[in-house]
């Protein structure tokens, strides 16, 4: 009988976490990334993505990157990271690594040749 008391009283706690996820808030903070069409992130603002996941994700673009922007509401770890690639979808010659510096919580990378897709992380 204790056991089944120990284990309902388990469940209902692991429930109650489970159930405030809003409590719970990424250690580094909200990110973004911006690719630019132009060095030292100017020009146009081509693409922006929010909040990119801790596995990965490549995106396309159709078009020159010359720079991008990486962004985070803290200057905690984990940090976003970005890969830049010459192909669409980041295949061909890696032509870039971005991130951001510590103690920062933005940091901006020109690329020395044109990427066209980028691949994000958040090294969680």
Known sequence: MQINSIL?????????????PA??????????????????????AIQSEENFGCGGVCFSVGQDINSILLNQATTGNPKPTAD???GDDCDGTKVG????FSGQNAGCTTLSSPARSYFLFFDC
Do not use: E, K, Q, Y
């Open 97 to 100: 690594h971005a991130g951001i």
């Open 8 to 20: 309902i009283s388990f469940s209902l706690f692991a429930t109650a976490i489970l159930a405030s």
């Open 23 to 44: 409590a719970l808030a990424p250690r580094g903070g909200d990110h973004t990334a911006t690719v630019f069409s132009g060095n030292s992130c100017t020009g146009t």
């Open 84 to 86: 830049l690639w010459s």
